[in-house]
């Protein structure tokens, strides 16, 4: 960063905005300028700020700004984490470039920016050149799938001379997870760069350094759990954290806390350990490998609150093995990843290390150290769970699934995750930084209360509180939508409740009619994928409008298609619920099935409700409820994404009218006029739709 100006010689922030918004040729939005206001406060008082920004209110802008003033008077690093890459790269590729050129000459000098994400985002040049490929999993090598990854594989060793960046995310068209495993390195797996030959021109490293060096660093909710979990370095050094797409905070936390055992893992770290350790113990990692299949196969899959009879001795055995081969690899690297952090840090020392075959006998132990550490400790998780004797002291929970590969087979394995991720995002992130939270959805039954409490925020019975006395503040910014106006919420009070054997024909009625009044224009969004190929199938027959089907195609091209022919319809479930953005004609209703309520029989949800009633809350609220209500807000959002939009969201789930949850549920939605009265709806969609062309 270059020298940076006194605070009192730079504009205050609203005026900042005004500037960024006549250059962008944007308008005033007093929502916009009430969020920025609102995040300025908040990283000048140190306190942490929750802010929910309907879509239009320019929610990037609004926290980009003060952000960028602040980096740049304070000399200090922001960190702006989100959960989609679609974003990310709206921030860095569209929002920061032209705000960055607007504020140059009002901020004295030109911010800077970059993007950082994990390792293995990153194409490995010493892998590449020194080809220690994986080995494809022994389930999947079949004719075609070795075919297709000996061309992506091609593919990637010549955009290797081409990229600037070997950011996975900029090569088009992508390849597939295992491909691009062939030419990359986790952190665990990474030589160092004190140890590694390619270091000076190694993407990842040269990542760090441009983000160490920047005033603003986007990265992704993942990276951000990493940095919280690492005792090493892993962000450039910050005091102030954006995160947007909040609401998927928790998930993504989550999900890179969790770990699995299973016997076609347990024959990958065999395969990686290969010629470094003893035959006597490769032959006791195989037995181990068997003792474990045989016991997967046996139990019952689903949450395990006791160990099955016998799992311990297999678990307690196979820890001791891996540990032995452990022992035995003693990889050269070791030194190298400690003065690294555990994987090249940023400011670890660039000299080379050892060469050429050296070198590949390092990366070898390096990544069978990495794949028999990683098992071994998930292992050692899962007994310290059970030791525990009180399962109301547990911290994790464990489940058994069975999961059906693309060949048609299946594959059992052993899962271990949080029971909660508040107090690690409490410790990790809210006690070490200002925090600013923002989404087009965060209030949950009318306030932050809920997903505060997930974030391991203090929280009351009240309201949330306008002033920060308990080191946070929840702000509604608004919307520029004239939401009675512009939208419908119809719950189809009048159809049977859904059950578990499929679409009825009452439903499948009721969608028909919807459908026919809004000619096409239809987003359905559905809880299951069995549900939307019964409605797309069942539909096509009855209606003369085209209709796409989630699974068909690519999701981006079926989104390209649907928002390209105004007669289109969509139907989809999950990643359609927050994934689509269609303003215009090309979408004027939007289908929800059913309440999205989570499976009774996750298991990770389902010990969640179940702690929080054992501690005298109500578990179905926290828990079941708050899950729909958020889904259930961003697929209403589909609806309207541009002022002059308007339309009708209907849920044909009677529950949300009849439920005593029901009005919970509904106090997380935007405040569409709202009606149970088929015919209203129809008519207002039949004067919605556009006049047939000549």
Not at 221 to 248: F, G, K, N, Q, Y
Not at 389 to 396: F, L, V
Not at 522 to 530: A, D, V, W
Not at 651 to 658: F, N
Request: proline share 5%.
């Amino acid at each position: 960063m270059s020298p940076d100006p006194e605070s009192s010689d730079v504009p205050d922030v609203a005026t900042l905005l005004q500037i960024a918004v006549d250059a962008l040729g944007g308008t005033r939005r007093d929502g916009q300028v009430v969020m920025a206001e609102a995040v300025a406060e908040a990283i000048d008082d140190h306190h942490h700020l929750a802010v929910q920004a309907g879509t239009g209110t320019g929610k990037s802008l609004a926290y980009l700004v003060p952000a960028l003033r602040h980096a740049v008077t304070e000399d200090d690093t922001v960190v702006v984490s989100t959960a989609t890459i679609a974003l990310q790269r709206q921030l860095t590729e569209r929002d920061l470039p032209r705000l960055a050129q607007a504020l140059t000459a009002p901020l004295r000098r030109e911010p800077s920016f970059a993007i950082l994400k994990g390792r293995a985002n990153y194409l490995c040049l010493h892998k590449i050149h020194a080809g220690a490929a994986e080995e494809p999993d022994a389930e999947l090598f079949d004719a075609f799938e070795v075919s297709r990854m000996g061309r992506d594989i091609t593919r990637l060793r010549d955009w290797a001379t081409e990229t600037e960046t070997g950011d996975r995310d900029d090569l088009t068209p992508g390849v597939g997870d295992r491909s691009w495993r062939q030419v990359s390195v986790t952190s665990r797996e990474c030589l160092g760069a004190a140890a590694c030959e390619y270091s000076d021109d190694c993407f990842a490293e040269a990542a760090r350094r441009k983000a160490g060096d920047a005033d603003v660093v986007v990265t992704n909710h993942a990276m951000l759990a990493i940095d919280a979990m690492s005792p090493a370095t892993i962000l450039p050094e910050h005091r102030v954290v954006v995160v947007d797409e909040a609401h998927e905070l928790v998930d993504r936390i989550t999900s890179v806390s969790t770990e699995e055992v299973s016997a076609a893992g347990l024959h990958y770290v065999t395969r990686r350990a290969g010629r470094l350790i003893d035959p006597e113990t490769a032959d006791a990692l195989t037995g181990a490998a068997t003792q474990l299949e045989e016991l997967l196969d046996e139990a019952r899959t689903g949450e395990w609150l006791r160990l099955p009879g016998g799992a311990d001795d297999v678990l307690a055995s196979l820890r001791d093995r891996l540990w032995s081969a452990r022992t035995e690899i003693r990889p050269s690297s070791d030194s190298f990843r400690q003065a690294q952090g555990a994987g090249g840090g940023p400011g670890a020392g660039g000299g080379r290390g050892q060469k050429g075959g050296d070198q590949d006998a390092a990366a070898a132990r390096q990544m069978a150290v990495s794949a028999t550490e990683n098992l071994h400790d998930t292992v050692v998780r899962i007994l310290q769970h059970f030791a525990e004797p009180d399962p109301a002291k547990r911290r994790d929970v464990v489940w058994l699934a069975e999961d059906r590969l693309r060949n048609g087979t299946t594959r059992r394995s052993l899962y271990v995750a949080p029971l909660s991720v508040s107090g690690l995002l409490r410790s990790s992130l809210f006690d070490q930084s200002t925090v600013i939270l923002t989404s087009a959805t965060l209030t949950l039954g009318g306030n932050f209360q809920a997903l505060a409490r997930t974030w391991g925020l203090p929280t009351d019975d009240g309201s949330d509180s306008a002033d920060p006395s308990n080191g946070w503040r929840g702000l509604d910014a608004g919307s520029p939508f004239d939401y009675p106006n512009s939208a419908i919420l119809y719950v189809a009070k009048h159809l049977p409740p859904p059950g578990r054997d499929g679409l009825p024909d009452a439903t499948l009625d009721e969608m028909t009619e919807l459908i026919t009044a809004a000619g096409g224009r239809t987003l359905g969004l559905f809880s299951s994928m069995r549900a939307a190929k019964q409605a797309a199938e069942a539909l096509r027959e009855r209606l003369d409008v085209p209709i796409l089907c989630q699974g068909d195609e690519m999701t981006s091209t079926l989104i390209e298609k649907f928002a390209a022919d105004e007669k289109t319809c969509l139907f989809g479930t999950l990643s359609l619920w927050q994934g689509v953005d269609v303003p215009g004609s090309s979408l004027s209703l939007v289908l929800i099935d059913r309440i999205p309520f989570p499976r009774p029989d996750d298991p990770l949800l389902s010990a969640r409700q179940r702690d929080i009633d054992s501690r005298g809350g109500n578990g179905f609220l926290s828990v079941s409820a708050n899950h729909a209500a958020l889904l259930l807000a961003q697929g209403a959002g589909r609806l309207l994404r541009s002022t002059g939009d308007r339309g009708v969201v209907a849920v044909l789930d009677p529950r949300l009218a009849t439920a005593r949850y029901g009005g919970y549920l509904v106090a997380g939605l935007p405040p569409f006029w709202r009606t149970v009265d088929p015919a209203v709806v129809r008519s207002a969609l039949t004067r919605l739709a556009p006049d047939d062309e000549p």
